[in-house]
């Protein structure tokens, strides 16, 4: 025995259609014996290489990874803290050279 994947007529797999058919058995038009790798998005393939490949545009693949997530007001409280933390020492830092300038 031995599986099929099935790909429609512009050689787009077509996930849940596999068969299994003994050895020896003619190959039905629209499946193919090799497998579709993981990880494919739109998976293709392509008879005369007998592989399939990657369909999918850059922008498909981008628009199903799911959004980043939104920066908790926790977080966004220690970024400001951190930012006013280091704008306070450069202050610090410039008022101290220029009460050193002053008095020399």
Request: glycine share 4%; charged share 35%; proline share 8%.
């Amino acid at each position: 025995m031995k599986w099929l994947y099935k790909y429609d007529e512009k050689f787009n797999y077509m996930p849940g259609e596999e068969i299994q058919v003994e050895d020896d058995a003619e190959l039905p038009k629209f499946y193919c014996e090799v497998k579709p790798p993981d990880g494919l998005y739109l998976a293709k393939f392509d008879p005369a290489k007998g592989e399939w490949f990657e369909s999918a545009t850059k922008e498909y693949i981008e628009s199903l990874q799911p959004p980043e997530p939104e920066a908790s007001e926790i977080e966004l409280l220690k970024k400001q803290n951190a930012l006013l933390s280091y704008q306070l020492a450069r202050l610090q830092k410039e008022v101290t050279s220029m009460k050193g300038d002053g008095s020399s």
